[in-house]
């Protein structure tokens, strides 16, 4: 296997699967994009790649809630088969509207609220990396990237206890939207699933970053890709 191949699971309303995809390229990934529908009418599609991605947005506009129909399709449709995908080895990875998609559709632990301030925020943040078995945070170093979201405040009822399993993947350096801990990022107990309410693949080239022409050049969000690939080329070498 030479590039892994990365299914890009989209449904109405989301925004940023070609920006994954783009990161998922340079990360040395093939995209593949679908949209939720074309998964539930045929669920083998997933026997056929190696990683998942489920992108940011405003799925399904985020009626009764944000990400929650795009959970209940993925839950009540596919969720057997994308559990199985996960207990196969093979990594997992949901983006702003795509995390709290997937902690609706219970892959993830926690819950997701609204800002602390709010309403929607839209700014830069700094994410530290923290000691966890998340094989997509797994020697990656403090990055930078935005967030874009009005619910992406991060609750759960033992933070200690989270911690402890090794779950809380990445936290921010200084916390925008009031979530518990400054919890950016938590994973499931395998450490294949991932769930992030920033957005790494809109920092994935150096340029993108808004003091960039100021001389700032710090590491990428790419990283977290990179990580993912590397993982799923460590499962079936070329």
């Given amino acids: 296997m030479t590039r ?12 940023r699967d ?8 340079l990360a040395g990934a093939e995209p593949r994009t679908v949209l939720v529908d074309e998964l539930v009418d045929s669920a083998r599609l997933l026997d056929d790649v190696q990683m998942v991605v489920v992108p940011g947005g405003f799925s399904h506009a985020d009626a009764l809630g944000a990400g929650r129909v795009f959970a209940l399709t993925l839950t009540l449709r596919v969720g057997d088969r ?5 207990d196969s080895g093979r990594p997992v ?13 219970g892959l993830l632990p926690g819950a997701l609220g609204h800002n ?16 966890s078995h998340c094989i997509w945070t797994q020697q990656t170093q403090p990055f930078d990237c935005p967030i874009a979201h009005g619910e992406g405040r991060f609750v759960h009822p033992d933070l200690d206890a989270l911690a402890a399993a090794g779950q809380v993947a990445l936290r921010y350096r200084v916390d925008p939207n009031g979530s518990a801990r400054s919890v950016a990022g938590v994973c499931d107990a395998t450490g294949l699933v991932l769930g992030l309410m920033p957005h790494p693949e809109n920092h994935v080239l150096p340029r993108q970053h808004p003091l960039f022409t100021r001389g700032r050049r710090g590491p990428l969000g790419l990283q977290l890709f990179e990580r993912g690939v590397r ?8």
Wanted: with cysteine; glycine share 8%; proline share 8%.
């Fill in 4 to 15: 892994p191949t990365a299914l890009v699971v989209a449904a109405p309303g989301t925004n």
């Fill in 18 to 25: 070609r920006d994954v995809s783009v990161a998922l390229d």
């Fill in 82 to 86: 994308l559990r199985r995908f996960v």
């Fill in 93 to 105: 990875i949901g983006i702003c509207n795509g995390f709290q998609t997937l902690v609706r559709a």
């Fill in 116 to 131: 602390a301030s709010g309403g929607f925020q839209c700014e830069w943040v700094t994410l530290d990396p923290q000691p």
């Fill in 231 to 238: 993982h799923v080329m460590e499962l079936a070498p070329c």
